[in-house]
Protein backbone atom coordinates (compact mmCIF):
# COMPACT_ATOMS: atom_id res chain seq x y z
CA UNK A 1 0.00 0.00 0.00
CA UNK A 2 1.40 3.45 -1.27
CA UNK A 3 1.23 5.51 2.54
CA UNK A 4 1.75 8.52 0.53
CA UNK A 5 4.44 11.04 2.39
CA UNK A 6 5.35 7.65 5.15
CA UNK A 7 5.47 10.73 7.62
CA UNK A 8 6.11 10.07 11.25
CA UNK A 9 4.97 13.27 12.27
CA UNK A 10 1.37 12.94 13.91
CA UNK A 11 -1.57 13.61 11.36
CA UNK A 12 -2.29 17.37 11.68
CA UNK A 13 -5.92 18.26 13.87
CA UNK A 14 -8.17 18.82 11.21
CA UNK A 15 -7.27 15.28 10.58
CA UNK A 16 -6.96 13.73 13.88
CA UNK A 17 -9.91 15.24 14.76
CA UNK A 18 -11.80 12.99 11.83
CA UNK A 19 -10.64 9.67 13.64
CA UNK A 20 -12.67 9.66 16.44
CA UNK A 21 -15.52 11.41 15.49
CA UNK A 22 -16.00 9.90 12.30
CA UNK A 23 -16.98 5.84 12.79
CA UNK A 24 -19.19 3.62 11.23
CA UNK A 25 -22.57 4.17 13.02
CA UNK A 26 -26.30 3.48 12.26
CA UNK A 27 -28.27 5.57 10.31
CA UNK A 28 -31.22 4.02 8.77
CA UNK A 29 -33.15 7.00 8.47
CA UNK A 30 -31.34 8.59 6.21
CA UNK A 31 -32.49 8.86 2.82
CA UNK A 32 -30.90 6.37 -0.34
CA UNK A 33 -31.10 9.56 -2.43
CA UNK A 34 -28.81 11.69 -0.58
CA UNK A 35 -26.03 9.16 -0.48
CA UNK A 36 -23.12 9.49 -2.73
CA UNK A 37 -22.66 6.22 -4.74
CA UNK A 38 -19.79 3.73 -5.05
CA UNK A 39 -19.39 1.73 -7.84
CA UNK A 40 -16.53 -1.37 -7.04
CA UNK A 41 -15.59 -3.72 -9.93
CA UNK A 42 -12.03 -6.02 -10.24
CA UNK A 43 -9.85 -3.23 -11.08
CA UNK A 44 -11.82 -0.05 -10.14
CA UNK A 45 -13.32 2.21 -7.52
CA UNK A 46 -15.75 4.65 -8.69
CA UNK A 47 -17.38 7.72 -6.65
CA UNK A 48 -20.25 9.83 -7.67
CA UNK A 49 -17.96 12.81 -6.48
CA UNK A 50 -14.52 13.57 -5.12
CA UNK A 51 -16.10 15.92 -2.13
CA UNK A 52 -18.35 16.82 0.18
CA UNK A 53 -19.51 19.48 3.01
CA UNK A 54 -18.88 18.11 6.21
CA UNK A 55 -21.73 16.27 8.64
CA UNK A 56 -22.65 12.42 7.98
CA UNK A 57 -21.70 11.12 4.73
CA UNK A 58 -23.12 7.52 3.47
CA UNK A 59 -21.14 6.05 0.78
CA UNK A 60 -23.78 3.47 -0.79
CA UNK A 61 -21.30 0.70 -2.10
CA UNK A 62 -22.51 -1.70 -5.16
CA UNK A 63 -20.11 -4.19 -6.28
CA UNK A 64 -20.20 -4.74 -9.83
CA UNK A 65 -17.08 -7.04 -9.86
CA UNK A 66 -16.65 -10.69 -9.69
CA UNK A 67 -14.93 -10.94 -6.15
CA UNK A 68 -16.02 -9.88 -2.79
CA UNK A 69 -14.85 -6.83 -2.00
CA UNK A 70 -14.50 -3.77 0.52
CA UNK A 71 -14.68 0.11 0.88
CA UNK A 72 -12.59 2.54 2.72
CA UNK A 73 -12.47 6.15 3.79
CA UNK A 74 -8.89 7.00 4.44
CA UNK A 75 -7.23 9.77 6.30
CA UNK A 76 -5.37 12.42 4.70
CA UNK A 77 -1.77 10.23 5.23
CA UNK A 78 -3.54 7.48 3.61
CA UNK A 79 -2.59 4.92 6.22
CA UNK A 80 -5.19 5.51 9.12
CA UNK A 81 -8.63 4.12 7.86
CA UNK A 82 -11.81 6.60 8.99
CA UNK A 83 -14.06 4.31 7.86
CA UNK A 84 -14.61 0.82 6.04
CA UNK A 85 -17.37 -1.66 4.88
CA UNK A 86 -17.08 -5.25 4.03
CA UNK A 87 -17.99 -8.40 3.13
CA UNK A 88 -19.65 -6.89 -0.06
CA UNK A 89 -20.42 -9.91 -2.26
CA UNK A 90 -20.91 -9.82 -5.95
CA UNK A 91 -24.27 -7.97 -7.19
CA UNK A 92 -24.73 -6.91 -3.32
CA UNK A 93 -24.51 -3.27 -1.93
CA UNK A 94 -24.00 -2.01 1.70
CA UNK A 95 -23.78 1.42 2.82
CA UNK A 96 -21.35 3.08 5.01
CA UNK A 97 -21.96 6.10 7.22
CA UNK A 98 -19.52 8.35 8.95
CA UNK A 99 -19.08 11.74 10.44
CA UNK A 100 -16.49 13.23 8.61
CA UNK A 101 -14.67 16.30 9.79
CA UNK A 102 -13.38 18.86 7.36
CA UNK A 103 -10.19 17.36 6.08
CA UNK A 104 -8.42 15.80 3.05
CA UNK A 105 -9.60 12.11 2.75
CA UNK A 106 -8.52 8.98 0.01
CA UNK A 107 -11.41 6.47 -0.98
CA UNK A 108 -9.97 3.02 -1.93
CA UNK A 109 -11.68 -0.53 -3.00
CA UNK A 110 -10.18 -3.74 -2.17
CA UNK A 111 -11.77 -6.46 -4.48
CA UNK A 112 -11.04 -9.93 -3.11
CA UNK A 113 -10.72 -7.75 0.15
CA UNK A 114 -6.50 -8.20 0.46
CA UNK A 115 -3.73 -6.20 -1.68
CA UNK A 116 -3.41 -3.12 -2.31
CA UNK A 117 -6.82 -2.31 -3.73
CA UNK A 118 -7.68 -0.19 -6.53
CA UNK A 119 -9.36 3.49 -7.62
CA UNK A 120 -7.46 4.87 -4.39
CA UNK A 121 -8.79 8.98 -4.99
CA UNK A 122 -8.51 11.91 -3.43
CA UNK A 123 -11.70 13.26 -1.28
CA UNK A 124 -12.23 16.26 0.21
CA UNK A 125 -14.86 17.59 3.17
CA UNK A 126 -14.83 21.17 3.18
CA UNK A 127 -17.32 23.10 5.48
CA UNK A 128 -17.09 23.78 9.35
CA UNK A 129 -16.31 21.13 12.01
CA UNK A 130 -19.01 19.10 13.49
CA UNK A 131 -19.76 19.10 16.95
CA UNK A 132 -20.32 15.56 18.08
CA UNK A 133 -22.82 14.45 20.82
CA UNK A 134 -21.70 10.70 21.42
CA UNK A 135 -21.47 8.49 24.63
CA UNK A 136 -17.54 8.63 25.94
CA UNK A 137 -18.18 4.53 25.42
CA UNK A 138 -19.56 4.60 21.67
CA UNK A 139 -16.52 6.68 20.74
CA UNK A 140 -14.22 4.16 22.89
CA UNK A 141 -16.05 1.11 21.47
CA UNK A 142 -15.28 3.07 17.68
CA UNK A 143 -11.28 3.23 18.42
CA UNK A 144 -11.56 -0.42 18.84
CA UNK A 145 -12.85 -0.98 15.91
CA UNK A 146 -11.07 1.42 13.81
CA UNK A 147 -7.42 -0.37 15.29
CA UNK A 148 -9.09 -3.82 14.25
CA UNK A 149 -9.80 -2.49 10.87
CA UNK A 150 -6.12 -1.02 10.56
CA UNK A 151 -4.45 -4.19 11.46
CA UNK A 152 -6.95 -6.24 9.01
CA UNK A 153 -5.91 -3.93 6.25
CA UNK A 154 -1.82 -4.31 7.37
CA UNK A 155 -2.50 -8.19 7.18
CA UNK A 156 -4.10 -7.97 4.16
CA UNK A 157 -1.63 -6.25 2.35
CA UNK A 158 0.99 -8.40 4.05
CA UNK A 159 -0.44 -11.59 2.43
CA UNK A 160 -0.02 -11.02 -1.18
CA UNK A 161 3.29 -8.59 -0.65
CA UNK A 162 4.99 -11.79 1.06
CA UNK A 163 3.84 -13.88 -1.93
CA UNK A 164 5.78 -11.57 -4.15
CA UNK A 165 8.73 -11.59 -2.30
CA UNK A 166 8.54 -15.42 -1.84
CA UNK A 167 8.38 -15.74 -5.23
CA UNK A 168 11.63 -13.73 -6.10
CA UNK A 169 13.37 -15.22 -3.55
CA UNK A 170 12.88 -19.06 -4.22
CA UNK A 171 13.45 -18.00 -8.46
CA UNK A 172 16.78 -16.81 -6.91
CA UNK A 173 16.03 -13.14 -8.05
CA UNK A 174 18.12 -12.21 -5.21
CA UNK A 175 18.22 -8.40 -6.38
CA UNK A 176 14.74 -7.81 -6.39
CA UNK A 177 13.98 -10.13 -2.80
CA UNK A 178 16.55 -7.70 -1.05
CA UNK A 179 14.67 -4.80 -2.50
CA UNK A 180 11.40 -6.21 -1.68
CA UNK A 181 12.42 -7.42 2.05
CA UNK A 182 12.25 -4.07 3.83
CA UNK A 183 9.17 -2.45 2.20
CA UNK A 184 7.19 -6.35 3.07
CA UNK A 185 8.59 -6.27 6.36
CA UNK A 186 6.57 -3.10 7.12
CA UNK A 187 3.60 -4.19 6.79
CA UNK A 188 3.84 -6.57 9.66
CA UNK A 189 6.02 -3.94 12.00
CA UNK A 190 3.04 -1.52 12.06
CA UNK A 191 0.99 -4.04 13.84
CA UNK A 192 3.61 -6.75 15.37
CA UNK A 193 2.22 -7.28 18.95
CA UNK A 194 -0.49 -8.54 17.72
CA UNK A 195 1.22 -11.34 16.42
CA UNK A 196 3.73 -11.77 19.20
CA UNK A 197 0.59 -12.00 20.89
CA UNK A 198 -0.12 -15.69 19.69
CA UNK A 199 2.38 -17.48 21.29
CA UNK A 200 4.89 -19.27 18.58
CA UNK A 201 4.05 -17.38 15.59
CA UNK A 202 6.30 -14.24 15.99
CA UNK A 203 8.82 -16.25 16.71
CA UNK A 204 8.29 -18.33 13.44
CA UNK A 205 7.88 -15.30 11.67
CA UNK A 206 10.27 -12.95 12.61
CA UNK A 207 12.69 -14.42 15.70
CA UNK A 208 16.75 -13.82 14.78
CA UNK A 209 19.00 -16.59 14.62
CA UNK A 210 20.35 -16.14 18.20
CA UNK A 211 17.09 -16.17 19.67
CA UNK A 212 15.73 -19.26 17.89
CA UNK A 213 18.84 -21.06 18.64
CA UNK A 214 18.97 -20.04 22.29
CA UNK A 215 15.50 -20.59 22.67
CA UNK A 216 15.72 -24.68 20.77
CA UNK A 217 13.17 -23.83 18.37
CA UNK A 218 13.86 -24.30 14.33
CA UNK A 219 14.79 -20.86 12.41
CA UNK A 220 12.29 -19.99 10.40
CA UNK A 221 10.89 -17.05 8.31
CA UNK A 222 12.10 -13.15 7.47
CA UNK A 223 15.60 -13.09 8.77
CA UNK A 224 15.99 -16.65 8.10
CA UNK A 225 15.56 -15.94 4.32
CA UNK A 226 17.72 -12.30 4.99
CA UNK A 227 20.73 -14.36 6.10
CA UNK A 228 20.62 -16.09 2.62
CA UNK A 229 20.04 -12.56 0.49
CA UNK A 230 22.73 -11.33 2.21
CA UNK A 231 25.22 -13.60 2.73
CA UNK A 232 27.82 -12.93 5.25
CA UNK A 233 31.66 -13.20 4.98
CA UNK A 234 32.99 -16.09 6.23
CA UNK A 235 34.43 -14.58 9.68
CA UNK A 236 31.62 -12.33 10.59
CA UNK A 237 30.10 -12.63 13.63
CA UNK A 238 26.40 -13.49 14.49
CA UNK A 239 24.23 -10.15 16.01
CA UNK A 240 25.47 -11.63 19.59
CA UNK A 241 29.09 -10.99 19.07
CA UNK A 242 30.69 -13.84 19.44
CA UNK A 243 29.26 -16.58 17.52
CA UNK A 244 30.34 -17.28 13.98
CA UNK A 245 28.11 -16.10 10.73
CA UNK A 246 28.58 -19.63 9.39
CA UNK A 247 28.58 -21.93 12.48
CA UNK A 248 25.84 -24.07 12.01
CA UNK A 249 24.59 -22.35 9.02
CA UNK A 250 24.99 -22.56 5.00
CA UNK A 251 23.10 -20.96 2.62
CA UNK A 252 19.76 -22.63 1.36
CA UNK A 253 19.99 -24.63 -1.31
CA UNK A 254 17.07 -23.98 -4.20
CA UNK A 255 15.34 -26.63 -2.10
CA UNK A 256 15.57 -25.57 1.13
CA UNK A 257 14.60 -21.80 -0.19
CA UNK A 258 11.32 -23.54 -1.33
CA UNK A 259 10.61 -24.85 1.86
CA UNK A 260 11.51 -21.61 4.08
CA UNK A 261 9.66 -19.60 1.76
CA UNK A 262 6.37 -21.94 1.61
CA UNK A 263 6.62 -21.91 5.71
CA UNK A 264 6.45 -17.85 5.68
CA UNK A 265 3.32 -18.16 3.51
CA UNK A 266 1.69 -20.67 5.77
CA UNK A 267 2.19 -18.72 8.87
CA UNK A 268 1.11 -14.93 7.40
CA UNK A 269 -1.73 -16.74 6.52
CA UNK A 270 -2.48 -18.22 9.73
CA UNK A 271 -2.00 -14.37 10.93
CA UNK A 272 -4.57 -13.11 8.48
CA UNK A 273 -6.64 -15.90 9.52
CA UNK A 274 -6.49 -14.66 12.85
CA UNK A 275 -7.29 -11.39 12.56
CA UNK A 276 -10.17 -11.96 10.09
CA UNK A 277 -11.55 -14.66 12.87
CA UNK A 278 -13.97 -13.88 15.99
CA UNK A 279 -11.20 -14.18 18.43
CA UNK A 280 -9.37 -11.19 17.52
CA UNK A 281 -12.29 -9.03 17.88
CA UNK A 282 -13.41 -11.10 21.06
CA UNK A 283 -9.79 -10.03 22.15
CA UNK A 284 -9.66 -6.55 21.40
CA UNK A 285 -12.93 -5.73 22.83
CA UNK A 286 -11.78 -7.60 25.80
CA UNK A 287 -8.69 -4.97 26.17
CA UNK A 288 -11.02 -2.13 25.22
CA UNK A 289 -9.02 1.41 24.83
CA UNK A 290 -6.47 0.28 26.50
CA UNK A 291 -5.13 -2.49 24.32
CA UNK A 292 -5.04 0.51 21.26
CA UNK A 293 -3.40 2.74 23.57
CA UNK A 294 -1.09 -0.21 24.83
CA UNK A 295 -0.36 -0.77 21.47
CA UNK A 296 1.37 2.55 20.94
CA UNK A 297 3.54 1.68 23.81
CA UNK A 298 4.54 -1.63 22.27
CA UNK A 299 5.70 -0.40 19.24
CA UNK A 300 8.36 2.09 20.34
CA UNK A 301 8.98 -0.60 23.03
CA UNK A 302 9.70 -3.23 19.94
CA UNK A 303 12.31 0.16 18.61
CA UNK A 304 13.48 0.45 21.81
CA UNK A 305 14.71 -3.43 22.24
CA UNK A 306 15.76 -4.10 18.48
CA UNK A 307 15.65 -1.70 16.33
CA UNK A 308 17.71 1.16 18.20
CA UNK A 309 20.72 -1.08 18.72
CA UNK A 310 20.95 -2.61 15.05
CA UNK A 311 20.12 -6.24 15.73
CA UNK A 312 16.68 -6.90 14.04
CA UNK A 313 18.10 -6.82 10.65
CA UNK A 314 22.05 -7.71 11.12
CA UNK A 315 22.45 -8.68 7.88
CA UNK A 316 20.76 -6.62 5.33
CA UNK A 317 21.37 -3.00 7.55
CA UNK A 318 17.82 -2.62 7.10
CA UNK A 319 16.59 -1.47 10.66
CA UNK A 320 15.26 1.98 10.10
CA UNK A 321 12.90 0.90 7.68
CA UNK A 322 11.36 -1.38 10.89
CA UNK A 323 11.96 1.66 12.90
CA UNK A 324 10.42 3.72 11.35
CA UNK A 325 7.00 1.03 10.69
CA UNK A 326 7.00 0.40 14.57
CA UNK A 327 6.50 4.40 14.66
CA UNK A 328 4.12 4.85 12.14
CA UNK A 329 2.04 1.89 13.99
CA UNK A 330 2.31 3.71 17.60
CA UNK A 331 1.30 6.60 16.10
CA UNK A 332 -1.43 5.83 14.99
CA UNK A 333 -2.66 3.84 17.89
CA UNK A 334 -2.13 6.76 19.66
CA UNK A 335 -4.17 9.26 17.08
CA UNK A 336 -6.92 6.78 18.39
CA UNK A 337 -7.26 7.84 21.90
CA UNK A 338 -5.73 11.08 21.20
CA UNK A 339 -9.31 12.94 21.85
CA UNK A 340 -9.56 11.63 25.47
CA UNK A 341 -6.60 12.85 26.24
CA UNK A 342 -7.21 16.11 25.42
CA UNK A 343 -10.67 15.61 26.95
CA UNK A 344 -9.65 15.98 30.57
CA UNK A 345 -8.95 19.93 29.97
CA UNK A 346 -5.74 22.07 29.57
CA UNK A 347 -3.40 19.48 31.42
CA UNK A 348 -4.44 17.33 28.68
CA UNK A 349 -3.63 19.57 25.80
CA UNK A 350 -0.20 20.06 26.85
CA UNK A 351 0.37 16.30 27.26
CA UNK A 352 -0.76 15.62 23.64
CA UNK A 353 1.06 18.67 22.50
CA UNK A 354 4.08 17.08 23.79
CA UNK A 355 3.57 13.55 22.15
CA UNK A 356 2.99 15.30 19.02
CA UNK A 357 6.51 17.27 19.23
CA UNK A 358 7.74 13.86 20.35
CA UNK A 359 6.51 12.29 16.74
CA UNK A 360 7.84 15.13 15.12
CA UNK A 361 11.26 15.15 16.26
CA UNK A 362 11.04 11.45 15.64
CA UNK A 363 10.64 12.66 11.91
CA UNK A 364 13.11 15.36 11.35
CA UNK A 365 15.76 13.07 12.90
CA UNK A 366 14.87 10.06 10.77
CA UNK A 367 14.46 11.96 8.01
CA UNK A 368 18.52 12.42 8.09
CA UNK A 369 18.68 9.30 6.74
CA UNK A 370 15.79 8.70 4.12
CA UNK A 371 12.30 7.64 4.00
CA UNK A 372 10.20 4.73 3.54
CA UNK A 373 8.92 5.47 0.36
CA UNK A 374 12.97 6.53 -0.87
CA UNK A 375 14.60 4.47 1.19
CA UNK A 376 16.91 4.94 3.99
CA UNK A 377 20.48 4.28 4.38
CA UNK A 378 21.89 1.32 6.17
CA UNK A 379 21.54 1.01 9.53
CA UNK A 380 25.51 0.53 9.80
CA UNK A 381 26.39 4.09 8.48
CA UNK A 382 24.65 5.69 11.70
CA UNK A 383 27.41 7.37 13.76
CA UNK A 384 27.44 6.45 17.96
CA UNK A 385 25.96 10.24 18.02
CA UNK A 386 23.07 9.07 15.40
CA UNK A 387 22.03 6.43 17.66
CA UNK A 388 21.92 8.15 20.68
CA UNK A 389 19.79 10.80 19.45
CA UNK A 390 17.32 8.20 18.12
CA UNK A 391 17.65 6.35 21.48
CA UNK A 392 16.41 9.77 23.38
CA UNK A 393 13.85 11.05 21.38
CA UNK A 394 12.53 7.32 21.86
CA UNK A 395 12.82 6.91 25.46
CA UNK A 396 10.93 10.43 25.63
CA UNK A 397 8.27 8.89 23.91
CA UNK A 398 7.40 5.61 25.60
CA UNK A 399 7.45 7.97 29.04
CA UNK A 400 4.81 9.90 28.30
CA UNK A 401 3.06 7.46 26.63
CA UNK A 402 2.73 5.16 29.73
CA UNK A 403 0.64 7.51 31.01
CA UNK A 404 -1.77 7.64 28.19
CA UNK A 405 -3.68 4.30 29.13
CA UNK A 406 -4.67 5.77 32.16
CA UNK A 407 -6.04 8.77 31.05
CA UNK A 408 -8.02 7.15 27.88
CA UNK A 409 -9.66 4.61 30.28
CA UNK A 410 -10.53 6.91 33.12
CA UNK A 411 -14.04 8.48 33.70
CA UNK A 412 -14.56 12.10 33.03
CA UNK A 413 -16.59 12.65 36.12
CA UNK A 414 -15.31 14.70 39.18
CA UNK A 415 -13.22 12.08 41.02
CA UNK A 416 -11.69 10.22 38.08
CA UNK A 417 -10.67 13.99 36.65
CA UNK A 418 -8.61 14.65 39.85
CA UNK A 419 -6.75 11.28 38.90
CA UNK A 420 -6.38 11.78 35.32
CA UNK A 421 -4.85 15.67 36.09
CA UNK A 422 -2.27 14.45 38.55
CA UNK A 423 -1.20 11.59 36.28
CA UNK A 424 -0.82 14.40 33.62
CA UNK A 425 0.76 16.40 35.16
CA UNK A 426 3.35 13.57 36.64
CA UNK A 427 3.86 12.90 32.66
CA UNK A 428 4.53 16.60 32.05
CA UNK A 429 7.03 16.59 34.95
CA UNK A 430 8.87 13.58 33.86
CA UNK A 431 8.97 14.68 30.16
CA UNK A 432 10.42 18.16 30.99
CA UNK A 433 13.18 16.85 33.88
CA UNK A 434 15.85 14.78 32.03
CA UNK A 435 16.96 13.37 35.24
CA UNK A 436 13.31 11.70 36.19
CA UNK A 437 12.68 10.47 32.55
CA UNK A 438 15.50 8.10 32.71
CA UNK A 439 14.29 6.85 35.93
CA UNK A 440 10.89 6.13 34.71
CA UNK A 441 12.54 4.70 31.05
CA UNK A 442 11.49 0.50 31.67
CA UNK A 443 14.22 -0.22 28.90
CA UNK A 444 17.89 0.23 28.67
CA UNK A 445 18.03 1.44 24.83
CA UNK A 446 21.56 0.56 23.73
CA UNK A 447 24.98 1.10 25.47
CA UNK A 448 26.50 3.79 24.34
Not at 118 to 143: I, M, N, S, Y
Not at 150 to 173: C, E, I, M, S
Not at 257 to 264: E, K, N, Q, S, V
Amino acid sequence: MNTLSRSLTLVAATAVGSLVLAGCVARADQAAGDALTVTSTDDSCEISSASSASGTLNFAVTNAGSETTEFYLLASDGLRIVGEVENIAPGASRTLTVLAQPGDYYTLCKPGMIGDGVGRAAFAVTGEAVEVDAQDAELKQQAVDLYAAFVKDQVGQLVPAVDDFVAAYVAGDDDTARAMFPQVRAYYERIEPVAEALGDLDPRIDFREVDAVADGIDWTGFHRIEKDLWVPATDALNSDGVTLAWQDWAPSTPEQRADFGDLLIADVQELYDYVHGQEFVDTLESQGIAGVSNGAIALLDEVATGKISGEEDWWSGTDLYDFAANVEGSKMAFSLVRDFALSSGPDGEELVALIDDGYAQLEAELAEFGSLSDGFVSYGTLTEADKRTLSDQIMTGNTVLDRITQIAEAAKPAAAAVHVAASLRAALTDAYDPARRGAHCRTSLIDL
